[in-house]
Structure formats: structure tokens, C-alpha cells
């Protein structure tokens, strides 16, 4: 590893933009379909592995959603994402802002509250056993109707306190933030945190993000870097201090690059932008091989990384006094390896 890949490593980060069913690696695929007495179409880890060659978003929601179905028991849930917080910890993160797809197992028949308890479990167990502070983003698939939506929000509403925003996420060709508005305006006045994907390059990128933030009045965006084509957008994120959630390792799956030049010229901007890794079982990079990968592909150095992981604060849903700890963490790392960092 060289310094400044050890030194991203060791950073101490949130991530808040990271899919729980994105990070089912292929060995706890087969443990899982194994205990579940599933037979899966593949033999082994290689073979899995084989089919996580996608070209778009489209061929990898093909992959993503049938594996799935090896998630039945609240178990199971928790064993997904306590081995992601384990990855994690191992990745400078101190804070994880996750998301979770409920109507992608609900609508296999597994029980909203299945789904999760098992989540909680994990989220209780890394604070216990690994100091790691996580929250839980329910999010709805947006290619299903908004009536699921707001079925799948009433569902949520009795473990409220287990979760602390909502977002948008799956195929956003066709189904635009707007066909969900009154979801997100019930979810606001419940009192949940918003958030909505607007993906790379997608149809008409620059209107949903327009709606997003002037019509649905997001919190932060989830990827949303093509905002760079419309300056005036710009200028109205920053104002608002929206965070915005970029995912580079995943940028080059989907699309034919990493989306550097819009990340670096968003950061430059002052615009709160963070790096993630999305569905990193799927995509090859947990959340510090990210700011690798992003420093390598831009030549950043360890300063620009430690704006980066003050930006994950700033832009997290942790309280004030939470995120100056948290960010005074980050400064005291950089300090004690030398690195310089404005105030
Ligand atoms: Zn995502």
C-alpha cells in the first residue's frame, strides 16, 4: 500500500451513500442460499464473481435484485450488514449513514419487520463491539408505483426511531423524483431526513435534479454530478449546503468513467461533496479504496482527502455536536500526520 492509500485508510470517515443488499459479497451468498436450502445457478465464488460484468445500470439491477432472494431470515439481514461494518471499520469509518431496499424483499414475501430487525441488530453491535455509530435510510425503489412508496412508508412508521431519512433509488429512466412528491412531503412532515438518487449521465439528468432540490427539497443528493452542466444549479446547492454523495469506483462501472473532473471541480466549488462506495460487493471498492481510487484518477493529495472526509460529516444527518466531534477526529489525523488543513 503506498503512504497516501494508507493514509486514506486510515482516515476516519462517514459514508453515506452505501446500499446494505450492495455488499453481499459471493462467499455470504453461498453461506446464506446454504442455510436457506437455496440452489443458486452458480458453484462458485469464480463463477459468481463472472456475472458482476455490467455495462450500465440497467444489466446490474439485472444481477442485483434475484440475488436477493438468499436474504430470508432476520439473520440473515444481520449478518449482511454486520460483515459490511466490519469492512468498513477496516476502512477508516466511524460513521455509516445505510441504505436498505425493503420492497425488494417485501415484495418476495419477506416481512417489512424481518428486514429490519435484523438491519438493527447489526447497526446496535457496531457501536458495541466496533465504536462505529450507523443509521439506517429507507429507501423505495422508484420504479415501482408511488402508491407501494407511501404503502412501504406507512409499514415503516413504528420503528421511525430506527430510522433516520429516506431516499429514492433503482431505474430512474422514466420514473422522475416528481412521481414521488407526496411520499417525500409525508416523509418530511414524519420527520425524516430526504434524500433522492439522481444518477450519472441518466435521461434528462439536469431537470430531476432541478426538481429535486426546488420541488422535492431534498436534504442531499446521491450521486448528482452532472448538476456541473447548469452553473445557476450550482450556485443554489451551495447556498442551500446540500451534500452530495459520489460513488467513483462505481461511476466507471456504469458509465464509461469515474466522474473525477466533476467531483474535483464540485469540491472545488465548496459544494459539500463526499465519496462513497454504493454497492462495493458488486462494484470492487469499499469506501477507502474510493478515495484511492478518486486521489490516483485526479491527483489529489491528502489534503484534498481530508476535505473529503470533513465534507462526510458536514453532510451527514448526525447532530451538530456529534459532527464538530467527528470533525475535529479528522483534523487531529491529519495533524498527526503532518498534513496541513485549513480551518
Ligand atoms: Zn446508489
Not at 434475484?66 to 477496516?90: C, G, N, S
Not at 430512474?172 to 433522492?196: C, H, I, Q, S, Y
Not at 448528482?224 to 449546503?241: Q, Y
Not at 470492487?284 to 473529503?308: F, K, W
Request: aromatic share 10%; charged share 20%.
Amino acid at each position: 500500500m503506498t503512504d497516501l492509500a494508507a493514509f486514506a485508510h486510515g482516515l476516519p470517515k462517514a459514508e453515506l451513500h452505501l446500499h446494505l443488499e450492495g455488499t453481499l459479497e459471493p462467499e455470504l451468498k453461498f453461506a446464506l442460499a446454504a442455510r436457506n436450502g437455496i440452489e443458486l445457478d452458480e458453484t462458485t465464488v469464480e463463477e459468481v464473481r463472472a456475472t458482476y460484468d455490467f455495462t450500465d445500470l440497467t444489466s446490474f439491477l439485472a444481477v442485483y435484485y434475484p440475488a436477493m432472494r438468499v436474504l430470508q431470515a432476520a439473520e440473515d439481514f444481520h449478518d449482511l450488514a454486520w460483515a459490511y461494518l466490519q469492512k468498513a471499520a477496516a476502512q477508516g469509518v466511524v460513521h455509516a449513514e445505510m441504505f436498505f431496499d425493503p420492497q425488494a424483499h417485501t415484495g418476495r414475501g419477506v416481512p417489512f419487520d424481518t428486514v429490519i430487525t435484523g438491519y438493527r441488530r447489526a447497526v446496535v453491535r457496531a457501536q458495541d463491539e466496533l465504536g462505529i455509530s450507523a443509521e439506517l435510510i429507507l429507501c423505495f425503489l422508484r420504479d415501482f408505483s408511488a402508491e407501494y412508496a407511501m404503502a412501504t412508508l406507512m409499514e415503516a412508521l413504528p420503528y421511525k426511531a430506527w430510522i433516520v431519512g429516506v431516499g429514492l433509488d433503482s431505474d430512474e429512466r422514466d420514473n422522475p423524483p416528481t412521481k414521488f412528491a407526496e411520499v417525500f412531503a409525508r416523509a418530511k412532515a414524519e420527520g425524516f431526513f430526504l434524500t433522492m438518487h439522481c444518477d450519472i449521465d441518466q435521461v434528462g439528468s439536469i431537470d430531476n435534479i432541478r426538481a429535486v432540490i426546488e420541488q422535492i427539497g431534498v436534504d442531499r443528493i446521491d450521486h448528482g454530478t452532472n448538476i456541473v452542466e447548469d452553473p445557476s444549479l450550482v450556485a443554489l446547492a451551495k447556498e442551500r449546503g446540500l451534500g452530495f454523495t459520489t460513488c467513483p469506483v462505481s461511476n466507471s462501472f456504469v458509465t464509461a468513467q469515474m466522474k473525477s473532473d466533476e467531483i474535483v471541480s464540485l469540491l472545488n466549488a465548496g459544494l459539500k461533496v463526499t465519496v462513497n462506495s454504493d454497492d462495493p460487493a458488486y462494484f470492487g471498492g469499499y469506501v477507502g479504496d474510493n478515495y484511492v481510487a478518486l486521489a490516483e484518477h485526479a491527483g489529489l493529495g491528502a489534503a484534498d482527502l481530508v476535505r473529503l472526509a470533513i465534507n462526510s460529516f458536514e453532510a451527514s444527518w448526525l447532530t451538530a455536536s456529534r459532527r464538530a466531534d467527528f470533525i475535529a477526529r479528522v483534523r487531529d489525523y491529519a495533524a498527526g500526520n503532518g498534513v496541513a488543513v485549513p480551518q
